[in-house]
C-alpha cells in the first residue's frame, strides 16, 4: 500500500509536469571534431589529466605544450591522418590556446577530447561556480561492440573526480551533458545525466544519472532505451525533487512491447502489439548509495 501511494504521487507529478526539468547543457551530434558549421569557431575542452601538444601529427615528433585537465583549446583544422589508441581511432587535429599569457598552436590527438562539457558559471554559489563536467570516450573494444566512457568533474584545471561507464550505447553519433543542480538530494551538490546513443535499429542508448557528492562523482542508474525492427524496450526514471515530490527518491519506468502485422480474414493486415510488459521500481538515495526499495508490474 505505501508503494502504491508513493507511485500515485509520483503519477500526479509526471503528468503534471509532463517531462523533466533538465537543461541539455551541452551536446553534439558526432565527434567533437566535427563541426556543423566549419566557418563558425569550434572550441574543445581536454579530458587527460596531461594531454600532450605536439609540433607533427605524430607522437615521435617535437613535444610543444602539456595541457591540464580542462584546457580549452580552438580547433582550427582537422587533418587526415589519424591515430587509435585503447582501440579507438581519431583524427589529429590542429589546434590554438592560451598558455602563461601567450597563444599557442600544435598538433593534438582528437581522442584527447571531451566529447561533451558543461561549465557551471554560479558566482553566488561558492560549492558550484567554477566546476567542469566533461565526458569522452576512455577505450573501445569494436569487437565486442563496447565502449568505456569517462566522465571527470574538474576545477582550475585539477580534477576533483571521475566515473567510467562500459555500454553498447556507441558514442560517436550523438552525446549529450543535462545539469538538474542539486534538487535537494541528501550530501549531493550536483545532478547530472550523460547520454550517448547511435540512432540506429539494435543500438541502444545509455542515460547515466549521476550524483556528485563534493568528493566523488557517482554513477548511481543506468536507463537505456532500444528498438530492433518491431520490438522496443525503454526505461525511463524520474527525479522527485525537481518537481516537489519525495525528498530522496527515484522513479524507474520499464516498458517493453513487440508490434507485429497480423493478416485479418478479409485479407488486410494490422498491427497490433503481441507482447507488453511494464513496471516501476521506486529508489531510495540514502546520501551515499541509490537503493531499490520497491517494485510493481
Not at 51 to 62: A, E, I, Q
Not at 183 to 200: A, G, I, M, Q
Request: with cysteine.
Amino acid at each position: 500500500m505505501k508503494f502504491r501511494i508513493l507511485f500515485f504521487l509520483f503519477s500526479l507529478v509526471y503528468f503534471f509536469a509532463n517531462a523533466q526539468n533538465s537543461s541539455p547543457v551541452s551536446d553534439g551530434s558526432y565527434a567533437p571534431w566535427h563541426s556543423s558549421d566549419p566557418a563558425a569557431e569550434h572550441y574543445c575542452y581536454t579530458l587527460p589529466a596531461t594531454t600532450v601538444v605536439y609540433s607533427k601529427p605524430n607522437l615521435n615528433s617535437k613535444v610543444i605544450s602539456r595541457l591540464p585537465v580542462a584546457t580549452m583549446v580552438r580547433i582550427e583544422q582537422v587533418t587526415i591522418d589519424t591515430m587509435k589508441n585503447s582501440g579507438f581511432s581519431a583524427p589529429w587535429c590542429v589546434v590554438s590556446y592560451e598558455q602563461y599569457g601567450k597563444t599557442h598552436s600544435g598538433y593534438l590527438w582528437g581522442g584527447d577530447l571531451a566529447f561533451v562539457t558543461f561549465e557551471v558559471n554560479e558566482k553566488s554559489d561558492s560549492i558550484r561556480n567554477g566546476l567542469v563536467y566533461l565526458a569522452g570516450v576512455l577505450k573501445a573494444e569494436t569487437e565486442k561492440n563496447m565502449w568505456t566512457l569517462l566522465v571527470k568533474v574538474a576545477r582550475n584545471n585539477t580534477e576533483i573526480a571521475q566515473t567510467e561507464i562500459v555500454t553498447e550505447a556507441e558514442p560517436n553519433y550523438f552525446a549529450s551533458l543535462y545539469h538538474y543542480g542539486n534538487l535537494d538530494y541528501d550530501n549531493v551538490v550536483d545532478v547530472l545525466e550523460f547520454k550517448s546513443y547511435f540512432p540506429s535499429n539494435g543500438y541502444p542508448s545509455s542515460e547515466n544519472l549521476l550524483f556528485f557528492t563534493g568528493n566523488a562523482l557517482n554513477r548511481v542508474l543506468e536507463t537505456s532505451d532500444v528498438s530492433d525492427v518491431n520490438i522496443y524496450d525503454s526505461q525511463d526514471y524520474l527525479l522527485s525533487c525537481d518537481k516537489g515530490g519525495i525528498r530522496n527518491h527515484v522513479i524507474v519506468a520499464n516498458n517493453a512491447f513487440t508490434v507485429e502485422e497480423v493478416e485479418k480474414s478479409n485479407g488486410k493486415t494490422e498491427r497490433v502489439t503481441t507482447r507488453h510488459k511494464f513496471n516501476i521500481e521506486l529508489y531510495k538515495w540514502d546520501g551515499k548509495t541509490l537503493i531499490k526499495k520497491d517494485e510493481m508490474n
